[in-house]
């Protein structure tokens, strides 16, 4: 074998035209390609994934969900570069054609040659959805008719420098194929797993072909593999025996099981008619969340997806709070997964409630999770100490699925021990105060970000009560009831833990003390929704006015979301349709990249496309998900003809929600017969659902229940 250095194998890009390819122009009318002349800045470039990698589209790196290198909070931890193998590009071509297929989970660059009339060239790369460990780059010449010419195919393979992340050594394997082995430099802890990659690929070369009497198309496949120790447990010989089969293997076949398994994934979804922007808006921000995380790959989503490196990887509370509920609606088996990451990572909660001076007892989540889940945080930023909000969080997101799946196997073999422990850590993050004879929360950032070591975050509190009540709720179902701590009765009794509210303006208070000072993003709104806490309409409206207009501008879209819902809750459409309009301005054209900010932030911000799915679906939508069932109660946003929630998940079923302006539309699609019969309840009446037979409702509030 040949010892080589990735710079040997190495170096550009291209630009314009008009019209849309023909074939691209259904996909592109119905909202799920989006098309252009040009290709932007790698920062707002379009990208491909599975779940378990991916890559954006003409940069030098591709990222494993899973694979972080750096020491905890120290360095800190953060995704480990992996330098691109797919990173090509054809020299002295025009670029006239680019197109994201979401739908296919495919990216295309067309090109014309500039040296030879009557050719162009086609790449096209993908993350293959069924075969998770395979990225595919193709190359497809077309050649029209004429003379023998001799045409000069020059490819720049481009994998960047070296990584720092890696010890990477790179061997030949065979016939112009290549080895690259290493391990991470710094494990996540002293004693955490060493993480091996091995990547088998071939690179791009140069080629000719001749012409010919008739018009034909040439394609190349270069096909890169990755394996790593967590997923083998011999990294180097399933890395080498998945490419051979894959070599051996029909491109037309790759191909078509991995457009299969996209058109299996999307199923569900959300439609809007008569308003192309918007649809794309939705697919886009749905596909860069589902390009992100995968049913088999027990691995969570983190701010800036998979794509990217944006606060390090990790995960927040952005997941559960942001990106989770979409899933938990349409995708139950990766909402599943983004819940189980969590549960496999109890110890390092645990690890991290010991680790204060007061010694908390049960888990508290860290506010970013890696590898381990232990805390790796930037040790800089007080947000990792004090932002435990994401523990109530996180319980709240399992309160949502098990109100969907009613599932008693994973409640009580998965649920539990998070639902249980989290409780546990509230309960021993109280402290008692014997003037107010209430139990407070003290030195807490809330999600208000401005706010530093305040006491008694009114969210904060409540999503600790919820999560205490709601395990209350779990050990009763479960049979537990002797387990129920004392503890956990006292702090869900009204009034036990402090409250503030203010009398006068009649609105909840962030905290203790605050005075109405700049906030960074939705804090006092989140009671309304997500947390459905239950208030009066002037109550609410007068949060909404009073905290709105406190909002930092510069700050993250999803409080431009939030407000939407919540306009749309109290029945004021045209403010709802303004802001709602805010909620994605961040997208950037011309694949649909989000940025955080109006003005930058980390990018691809998947966290701002859930928060706008939300608005879509919890605000238009009108969708809760409650103890009872799912209730609705829709509006269509403006500009559109009709909104169609598509596979929603429910006790097993599988339903579509639409609306037409006119009609709420519920279909039935499939009843397994292990599901429960469902009924629909609404001002006339509760009628039983019947599959594939549809319901139709006059506007107004409904609840799907059992």
Same mark, same amino acid.
């Given at each position: ?42 920062? @707002? ?8 990698l ?5 940069? $030098? ?16 931890s ?38 030879y ?7 096209? %790369? ?5 075969i998770?460990?395979?990225? =595919?780059?193709?190359?497809? =010449? ?56 091995v990547v ?57 099981s ?20 918007? *649809? ?8 860069? /969340? ?13 701010p ?23 899933? *938990? ?8 997964? *983004? ?7 109890? !110890? ?13 007892? #049960? ?19 007080? $947000? ?7 523990s ?21 073999? /998965?649920?539990? !021990? ?16 014997? $003037? ?6 003290? #030195? ?23 999560? /205490?009540?709601?395990?209350?709720e ?18 869900? *009794?009204?009034?036990?833990?402090a ?13 203790? #003390? ?25 109550v ?16 993250p ?7 939407? @819902? ?27 990249? %989000?940025?955080?900010? !109006? ?85 006339? #009446? ?13 506007p ?7």
């Amino acid at each position: 074998m040949r010892v080589v250095s990735l710079l040997v194998l190495s170096v550009m890009v291209s630009t314009c035209f008009a019209q849309p390819p023909s074939d691209w122009v259904n996909a592109i009318n119905s909202g799920n390609m989006l098309y252009s002349t040009y290709e932007p800045d790698q920062s @707002i470039m379009a990208s491909v994934g599975n779940g378990f990698l991916a890559t954006v589209i003409g940069s $030098t790196t591709i990222y494993v969900n899973g694979v972080f290198n750096g020491l905890n909070s120290i360095t800190p931890s953060h995704r480990a570069r992996i330098p691109s193998t797919v990173n090509t590009d054809i020299v002295n071509s025009t670029l006239y054609a680019a197109g994201l297929d979401m739908q296919n989970g495919i990216y295309y660059r067309r090109s014309t040659l500039n040296d030879y009339e009557g050719v162009t060239v086609e790449q096209s %790369w993908y993350a293959h959805r069924e075969i998770r460990t395979l990225l =595919v780059n193709q190359i497809k =010449v077309n050649v029209s008719a004429g003379s023998n010419e001799v045409i000069q195919i020059d490819t720049i393979f481009n994998p960047g420098p070296e990584s720092t992340d890696f010890n990477f050594t790179i061997t030949e394997l065979h016939e112009g194929s290549f080895i690259m082995e290493g391990k991470i430099v710094q494990t996540e802890e002293p004693d955490s797993e060493d993480v091996v990659v091995v990547v088998v690929f071939l690179p791009a070369f140069n080629f000719t072909l001749a012409r010919r009497n008739e018009p034909f198309t040439s394609e190349l496949n270069f096909y890169t593999i990755i394996r790593t120790s967590l997923d083998s447990y011999d990294p180097y010989f399933d890395a080498v025996e998945d490419y051979f089969n894959i070599m051996d293997s029909s491109p037309a076949q790759l191909l078509s099981s991995h457009v299969a398994a996209w058109q299996e994934i999307w199923e569900s979804g959300i439609e809007i008619g008569g308003n192309l922007p918007l *649809a794309q808006a939705v697919n886009s921000s749905l596909y860069y /969340i589902l390009s992100s995380i995968r049913n088999d790959w027990e691995y969570s989503l983190s701010p800036g997806g998979l794509a990217s490196d944006g606060y390090n990887g990790h995960a927040f509370w952005d997941v559960e709070t942001w990106m989770y509920p979409s899933l *938990a609606l349409l995708y139950q088996d990766l909402a599943d997964i *983004a819940i189980t990451y969590r549960y496999n990572r109890i !110890p390092g909660a645990e690890a991290k409630a010991k680790s204060y001076d007061k010694g908390y007892e #049960g888990t508290m989540y860290p506010w970013e999770s890696a590898f381990t889940g232990q805390e790796v945080c930037p040790s800089w930023s007080a $947000t990792g100490a004090i932002e435990i909000h994401i523990s109530g969080d996180i319980s709240f997101a399992l309160r949502q699925y098990w109100y969907l799946t009613q599932n008693q196997t994973w409640l009580e073999n /998965i649920g539990w !021990p998070v639902i249980e422990g989290i409780a546990t850590f509230y309960s021993s993050r109280v402290t008692f105060n014997s $003037t107010t004879q209430q139990y407070d929360i003290v #030195g807490v950032i809330p999600p208000d970000e401005y706010a530093v070591n305040v006491t008694n975050s009114y969210y904060t509190n409540v999503v600790a009560i919820y999560s /205490i009540e709601f395990a209350i709720e779990v050990a009763n179902i479960l049979g537990y009831q002797n387990q129920i701590p004392s503890i956990w009765k006292t702090l869900v *009794a009204p009034g036990a833990v402090a409250l503030p509210f203010d009398e006068k303006l009649q609105i909840h208070l962030e905290y203790d #003390g605050y005075n109405g000072s700049l906030i960074k993003q939705a804090d006092i709104v989140l009671l309304a929704y997500p947390l459905m806490y239950p208030m009066n309409a002037t109550v609410m409206k007068n949060d909404l006015v009073y905290y709105s207009n406190r909002t930092d501008s510069g700050g993250p879209a999803m409080t431009y979301g939030i407000h939407s @819902i919540i306009w749309l809750q109290l029945g004021y459409i045209e403010n709802a349709n303004d802001l709602f309009n805010k909620s994605y301005a961040n997208i950037h054209a011309p694949f649909n990249v %989000w940025m955080e900010t !109006p003005t930058g932030g980390a990018v691809n911000f998947i966290t701002g496309a859930g928060g706008f799915l939300q608005a879509v679906f919890a605000g238009y939508g009108g969708i809760r998900i409650t103890p009872n069932g799912i209730t609705g109660n829709p509006n269509l946003p403006k500009g559109s003809s009709f909104l169609k929630l598509r596979g929603v998940e429910f006790l097993g079923s599988t339903i579509d929600i639409s609306f037409d302006g006119k009609t709420i539309s519920i279909l039935l699609q499939n009843a397994p017969s292990s599901a429960p019969t469902l009924f629909v309840t609404s001002s006339q #009446g509760t009628v039983k659902l019947f599959a594939q037979k549809q319901l139709s409702l006059s506007p107004g509030l409904f609840n799907i229940h059992q």
